[in-house]
């Protein structure tokens, strides 16, 4: 059972799910694989304690705080692959973004592998279940694009930009 709460933000409506006491989706409206891994789950509208915590959260860094991620309880759905991915977007600090590939070669080094796909890191990126929480909008392509994000590349900017984070934006943007 998935227990659920809408918040309203400066970006659109967020669909935020918990289940067994722990942050499982933050998801925008119209979010690309939204509910992902839990879409057979029974969903019940019920603000819970872990939802008003999560709430909050989200009030302090919309009012621009830096709320840190380690005070809610996550409990994304994913492969270890991709919980290795989300964990390592969990490092990026506000202000700050990084390419798939460096995330890559950080699994790589994590995994006593000689490479990583840059692909498969993206994918997992594209993935992430706790959008705006776990920092998949500062994710961004080598050459300063801002490329695929679930929750439109309209959001992602506008993320990046609240948070104030310093890129070089290709003259399309």
Known sequence: MLNTFYYNSPIGRLFLGEKKGALAGLWLEGQKYFLGSLKEEEC???????????????????????PQIGELTLGP???EFQKSVWK???????????????????IAARQGLLSMSAQAV??????????IIIPCHRVI???????????????????????GAEIKLPKNF
């Open 122 to 131: 993206g994918g997992a990126v594209g993935h992430n279940p706790i959008s």
């Open 77 to 79: 759905v994913g492969s």
């Open 88 to 106: 390592l977007l969990c490092e990026i600090p506000y202000g700050q973004v990084t390419t798939y590939g460096e995330i890559a070669k950080k």
């Open 44 to 66: 019940v509208k019920l603000e819970t304690e872990g939802l008003k915590k999560t709430s909050a959260w989200l009030d302090r860094y919309f009012n621009g705080e830096k």
């Open 141 to 163: 392509g080598v050459n300063g694009s801002l490329t695929g994000y679930a929750g439109g590349i309209e959001k992602k900017r506008w993320l990046l930009q609240w948070e």
